[in-house]
């Protein structure tokens, strides 16, 4: 499973690793650790050292209850840090945003991936992402982070996720996005409780099956801290299963905070996966 991005093509049949860098003042785990660039340059230099294949940059927080972000607020976070990335990494930056405008500065400064939570449904998203003529990466998200954890509620969660994926994949090729440059998130912790969280994880196979490469986002996430008790800095093991578990059920790309010991769990379920056709 190839996909084209504008400086490497990749094969996502090996399963790979996307670092996060939250470029945010309240993301939930590392709000405010990366705003100056000079330290957001360490850690990508860390995360690409360890293995990290796409960089995931984000200027606006989508954890629960989060603020709104001006325009003008996330390009002045992202586009520097875009900039810095591209001139000096041989790694596919990620555009973590729903905003049109930095989708289109973003891609013009090297970004090599659109990262949407919202799935391009804000208002002039899908010309963007046209225009931009890179891969894109849809998310589930019922509700808005604002409102998305306010009693989620789902007859049949896995089967809801695919329908909306699935008809979003449908609307975009519609409107001119290429189908061989979508990528799908079932989106863990947008808009679900635990058990909807679980039930997506554990047939993670049946979005594979819908014929796209699958993200999936899970590091630290309070579905972990619910299961474990544990508070998100001491996520890491939790994070490290659910990788593992996420891989092993056919995930092809896990965005993680921690990349190196993701790496090492995301080698050990490929190899368990390859056994089977031993």
Same mark, same amino acid.
């Given at each position: 499973?190839?996909?084209?991005?504008?400086?490497?093509?990749?094969?996502?049949?090996?399963?790979?690793?996307?670092?996060?860098?939250?470029?945010?003042?309240?993301?939930?785990?590392?709000?405010?650790?990366?705003?100056?660039?000079?330290?957001?340059?360490?850690?990508?230099?860390?995360? +690409?050292?360890? #293995? !990290?294949?796409? %960089?995931?940059?984000?200027?606006?927080?989508? $954890? =629960? &209850? *989060?603020?709104?972000?001006?325009?003008?607020?996330?390009?002045?976070?992202?586009?520097?840090?875009?900039?810095?990335?591209?001139?000096?990494?041989?790694?596919?930056?990620?555009?973590?945003?729903?905003?049109?405008?930095?989708?289109?500065?973003? +891609?013009?400064? #090297? !970004?090599?991936? %659109?990262?949407?939570?919202?799935?391009?449904? $804000? =208002? &002039? *998203?899908?010309?963007?992402?046209?225009?931009?003529?890179?891969?894109?990466?849809?998310?589930?998200?019922?509700?808005?982070?604002?409102?998305?954890?306010?009693?989620?509620?789902?007859?049949?969660?896995?089967?809801?996720?695919?329908?909306?994926?699935?008809?979003?994949?449908?609307?975009?090729?519609?409107?001119?996005?290429?189908?061989? $440059?979508?990528?799908?998130?079932?989106?863990?912790?947008?808009?679900?409780?635990?058990?909807?969280?679980?039930?997506?994880?554990?047939?993670?196979?049946?979005?594979?099956?819908?014929?796209?490469?699958?993200?999936?986002?899970?590091?630290?996430?309070?579905?972990?801290?619910?299961?474990?008790?544990?508070?998100?800095?001491?996520?890491?093991?939790?994070?490290?299963?659910?990788?593992?578990?996420?891989?092993?059920?056919?995930?092809?790309?896990?965005?993680?905070?921690?990349?190196?010991?993701?790496?090492?769990?995301?080698?050990?379920?490929?190899?368990?996966?390859?056994?089977?056709?031993?």
């Amino acid at each position: 499973m190839r996909v084209q991005f504008p400086r490497k093509t990749i094969d996502l049949s090996t399963p790979c690793v996307m670092g996060v860098l939250n470029v945010t003042p309240d993301s939930f785990s590392d709000g405010g650790c990366f705003n100056r660039l000079d330290a957001a340059l360490r850690q990508v230099e860390k995360m +690409v050292s360890e #293995g !990290a294949v796409f %960089i995931d940059v984000g200027g606006e927080s989508t $954890r =629960p &209850g *989060a603020a709104p972000v001006s325009e003008s607020d996330e390009l002045d976070r992202v586009c520097p840090v875009v900039e810095a990335v591209c001139r000096e990494f041989d790694v596919v930056v990620s555009l973590d945003t729903s905003t049109a405008s930095v989708m289109r500065e973003g +891609v013009r400064l #090297g !970004a090599g991936l %659109i990262n949407d939570v919202r799935a391009l449904e $804000r =208002p &002039g *998203a899908v010309e963007a992402a046209i225009e931009a003529g890179v891969p894109v990466c849809v998310m589930h998200m019922r509700g808005t982070p604002q409102t998305m954890q306010d009693d989620p509620r789902y007859k049949d969660p896995v089967q809801e996720v695919k329908d909306y994926l699935m008809g979003r994949v449908e609307s975009l090729v519609l409107q001119g996005v290429e189908r061989e $440059r979508i990528i799908l998130d079932p989106g863990f912790g947008f808009g679900k409780t635990l058990e909807h969280n679980l039930r997506l994880l554990d047939q993670i196979e049946g979005f594979v099956d819908l014929g796209f490469p699958v993200l999936a986002g899970i590091s630290r996430k309070s579905m972990l801290g619910m299961i474990t008790g544990k508070d998100v800095d001491q996520r890491l093991p939790a994070s490290l299963s659910a990788a593992a578990l996420a891989v092993y059920n056919g995930a092809h790309i896990i965005r993680a905070h921690d990349v190196a010991a993701t790496v090492d769990a995301v080698k050990v379920a490929v190899a368990v996966r390859k056994s089977r056709d031993l």
